[in-house]
C-alpha cells in the first residue's frame, strides 16, 4: 500500500518484542527500500538472513537494496539464491534480470523478464527492464 513509513513503527514495536523476528527484520528491510533507504535497510535484512538465511523475502529485499545502490554485481548471488529456494519469485526473476541488464548483459536478462511476466504480466520491474533490454539489445547491433 506504499505506508512505508507507518509500518516501520510496526516493525519497531514487534522487535523491541522479538528483535530476531524474521518477518519484523526483513519487512522493516522492505519498508526502508520503499523509501529509498538502502544503505539503512542493509543492516536489517542482514539480520532476517542471519536468522534464516534461506528467507526469500529477506534475499530479494537484499538484492534489491544492493541493486538500487549499483552494486549489480554483490546483488545477483542474492537473487540467484533465491531462485535456487524458489525458482517462481517473481521478485528474484525481475531482479535478476534488472541486474543482468544493468551489466550490459541484455541477451541474458531477457528469459528472467519473460518468466516473471509470465506469473505476473504486469510486474513494472520486469515491463520496464525487458524494455530497457530490449533497446539495449538493439543499440549493441
Same mark, same amino acid.
Given at each position: 500500500m506504499g505506508r512505508y513509513n507507518e509500518s =516501520?513503527? +510496526?516493525? !519497531?514495536?514487534?522487535?523491541? =518484542?522479538?528483535?530476531?523476528? =524474521? %518477518?519484523?527484520?526483513?519487512? *522493516?528491510?522492505?519498508?526502508? @527500500?520503499?523509501?529509498?533507504?538502502?544503505?539503512?535497510? =542493509?543492516? +536489517?535484512l542482514d539480520k532476517a538472513l542471519a536468522v534464516n538465511p534461506n528467507f526469500v523475502a529477506a534475499?530479494?529485499? *537484499?538484492?534489491?537494496a544492493l541493486a538500487s545502490l549499483g552494486r549489480y554485481n554483490e546483488s545477483v548471488? +542474492? +537473487? !540467484?539464491? &533465491?531462485l535456487a529456494i524458489n525458482p517462481n519469485s517473481v521478485n $528474484?526473476?525481475?531482479?535478476?534480470? @534488472? !541486474?543482468?541488464?544493468?551489466?550490459?548483459k541484455y541477451k541474458e536478462s531477457i528469459p528472467f523478464f519473460d518468466k516473471a511476466l509470465a *506469473? !505476473?504480466?504486469?510486474?513494472? $520491474? &520486469? %515491463?520496464?527492464?525487458k524494455k530497457l533490454s530490449l533497446q539495449g539489445l538493439n543499440q549493441s547491433k
Amino acid at each position: 500500500m506504499g505506508r512505508y513509513n507507518e509500518s =516501520i513503527g +510496526f516493525y !519497531d514495536k514487534a522487535l523491541a =518484542i522479538d528483535p530476531n523476528s =524474521i %518477518l519484523a527484520l526483513s519487512n *522493516k528491510g522492505g519498508a526502508l @527500500v520503499g523509501l529509498g533507504k538502502y544503505n539503512e535497510a =542493509i543492516p +536489517f535484512l542482514d539480520k532476517a538472513l542471519a536468522v534464516n538465511p534461506n528467507f526469500v523475502a529477506a534475499l530479494n529485499n *537484499k538484492g534489491l537494496a544492493l541493486a538500487s545502490l549499483g552494486r549489480y554485481n554483490e546483488s545477483v548471488p +542474492f +537473487f !540467484d539464491k &533465491a531462485l535456487a529456494i524458489n525458482p517462481n519469485s517473481v521478485n $528474484a526473476l525481475a531482479g535478476k534480470g @534488472v !541486474d543482468l541488464g544493468a551489466l550490459g548483459k541484455y541477451k541474458e536478462s531477457i528469459p528472467f523478464f519473460d518468466k516473471a511476466l509470465a *506469473k !505476473d504480466p504486469k510486474n513494472n $520491474a &520486469a %515491463l520496464n527492464g525487458k524494455k530497457l533490454s530490449l533497446q539495449g539489445l538493439n543499440q549493441s547491433k
